[in-house]
């Protein structure tokens, strides 16, 4: 189905706004992970994750082609296996957003509340982060947009001076070619830097603001995930070159690129900048989805058109998680690999609705190859995939509800 041309974000405009759609909390932590897992071997690592980025890209891209009014997911989902099932869509992303931003939030304000001489607790941060991105989409998208065209910058800048100054103070040799020793820890660092670019089928909520969708969708976030995978290698090389292997924070890596307070003020303007633009992003899409699950029934009517109400609710149940993870700080790192399961979950079930689409060819083949990593991604996280799969079960359950209710009540009439 082709989309005519329409008013929107031309290709150069939209990449700062994918960029941001992208960026999140995953950028404070894994680049330091990544060193401390695959040591030398890091540069293959984070050429693997990106490469293995692409398939999702082009399932994603012809996605774009059924349908380009930020439902294509969705669609995709209906279309190769059933409406019911694709309806169920939004309700997990929906799922992953109240676990992930509050939880992404306060892993930045831990960054700023070590990095910056305020007294602001990571709970208050992150919900700063939330209040900001629930009004920014409130006020309309095109303060959003302005929202992430800023932290984009900020991202960008600061963390190109921060990467730099690594460089600048480097005691160590920057790991380009693998030791022997280090290749057998590829497959596993390539399963940890690929969740850096976790979320990014949330590119697919620019459908809506692009002025043609189907054409600028791959080459948009092929930049954006480009630049993301230079700044994630870039950092783990600063870190690689300036601290000791067995030294390096696996959380908080990135602050010890920071000698200086002005370093550490760095520091912390990448990890708001990061969430600033990561959770617009999120908040506006995910609102987005909310009212067309209210229009097709899966959630209460008037949540369609009354944005406030939508809002509230939002920012109720991101609060309820704010909330859990202020009084058990530790449940951070488990709730972040909670929201990841559920997007293995939602990459698994694209990928069958895809070769059900396409037909198995080079480009489904491709993402069919993913599938056992993803699998592997699952059993591995033990009972943090509990989350993902009880919200998968729980929302096809209740979509199938709903659908056969409607049959049910259709059937009289369809008799008369």
Known sequence: MSHPQRSGLTALSAIPVAIGSVAGA???????????????????VW??????????????????????????????????????????????FLAVV????????????????????????????AGGILVVALVADLLGGTVGRGLQLVGAAVLLVTGAVLVGSGFGRAVYPVPVV????DWRHVVPGVLLAFWAFVGFENLTFLGRDLRRPARDFLPVSAVALGVYGVFALGSTLAVAATVDRGAVDTVTGLLQLATTPAAQAGVSLVALAAMLVNAAAWVRGVSRLVAGAARDGQLPRDLEHRPLLRTASLATLLGVTLAVLTIVP?????????????????????TVSYVRVVGLRLRTALNVLLVPAMIVTLV??????????TVAVACLGWCFLIHRRR????APAQDV
């Open 26 to 44: 995953g950028i404070l932590s894994l680049p330091s992970a990544v060193y401390v897992e695959a040591g030398t071997a890091s540069t293959v």
């Open 407 to 410: 049959r049910r009540t259709s």
């Open 98 to 125: 109240v676990i992930g931003l509050p939880t992404g939030g306060v892993v930045a304000g831990r960054y700023v509340e070590e990095g910056l001489p305020l007294p602001l607790p990571a709970p208050v941060v």
């Open 178 to 181: 693998p030791d022997p020793a």
């Open 330 to 350: 530790d449940l951070v790192v488990s709730a972040l690999a909670a929201s990841s399961a559920v997007f293995v979950v939602i990459y698994l079930i694209c």
């Open 47 to 92: 050429g693997l994750a990106a490469a293995a980025c692409i398939p999702m890209l082009v399932m994603f891209r012809d996605a774009m082609a059924l349908s380009g009014d930020g439902d294509a997911v969705q669609t995709l989902v209906g279309r190769g296996l059933r409406t019911w099932v694709g309806s169920a869509m939004p309700l997990m």
């Open 380 to 389: 591995g996280s033990a009972g943090r995939s509990l989350y993902g799969l």
